[in-house]
């Protein structure tokens, strides 16, 4: 395969996660589908776990490379979210409120512009990363799909839940919290016991909850996160 080719084989894929992000903002602002837009948002997170892992395959790397996956993150991971938490507010669509959730957009960009440049997220990251948030959210118009967890969907659309918490995760996004990243470099419990530990307790929550269970992750992964870094102190 010619290298030139070969080295825009990942950039491809990563602008395969721009290209989810923007139909995910179409679904939800043009046609007034957050679920859509949720699905297109997981979608793009799969293109983003592929385009690292092709480069490493092909031993290809550049910085434009690092620069687009960036770019991409910040619709798909950044824009995207913050506007179906706007979106789902339930009784504040006409009030300035409802542009608050949108903070969460430039926090997420500071983030990535912030995690380009520091040398320490190399095995963990420093703050939530920005996946994380975008499933968070993306998991409220999933669980409007289940009748059965409809009371739960309702207190999550509320301006009460979604205004709060859209400033609480922004300010996880660019914290100097350390959290703890799945990468194993072995298999061995003493090493990874923190990374088990969150694999096993999702898996049970994903059998259980089912969509439910994706913002019930991503609060124990901060939990937990939280009391790894007590611990090893």
């Known amino acids: 395969m010619d290298t030139l080719m070969r080295k825009q084989i990942p950039n491809i894929i990563t602008l395969m996660n721009l290209l989810c992000g923007i139909i995910a903002l179409t679904e939800i602002l043009y046609f007034k589908n957050a679920t859509a837009g949720a699905l297109f948002i997981v979608l793009g997170a799969v293109f983003d776990f592929f385009d690292g892992m092709t480069a490493r395959l092909l031993r ?5 490379g690092k620069e687009l996956d960036s770019l991409s993150d910040v619709v798909t991971f950044g824009v995207a979210p913050s506007v179906i938490a706007m979106s789902l507010m339930l009784n504040e ?3 300035i409120l409802a542009a608050i959730p949108l903070i969460m957009a430039l926090f997420s960009s500071y983030r990535l512009a912030k995690f380009n440049l520091d040398e320490r997220q190399t095995d963990n990251f420093i703050g939530l990363a920005t996946p994380a948030n975008a499933f968070f959210w993306l998991s409220i118009p999933l ?15 509320s ?8 400033l609480v995760m922004s ?5 100097e919290i350390p959290m703890f990243s799945l990468k194993f470099h072995n298999l061995k419990w003493a090493d990874n016991k923190i990374r088990f530990i969150f694999l096993i307790s999702s898996a049970v929550l994903a059998v259980l909850l089912q969509f439910v269970a994706i913002p019930v992750i991503i609060i124990l992964y901060i939990v ?10």
């Open 60 to 64: 290809v790397s550049s910085p434009i």
């Open 93 to 95: 669509k006409d009030s």
């Open 143 to 157: 669980i409007g799909l289940q009748d059965r967890f409809s009371a739960i969907y309702d207190v999550m659309c």
């Open 159 to 166: 301006p009460y839940f979604i205004i709060p918490l859209s």
């Open 171 to 175: 300010c996880l996004l660019v914290s």
């Open 224 to 233: 937990l996160s939280i009391v790894n870094n007590i611990i090893n102190r």
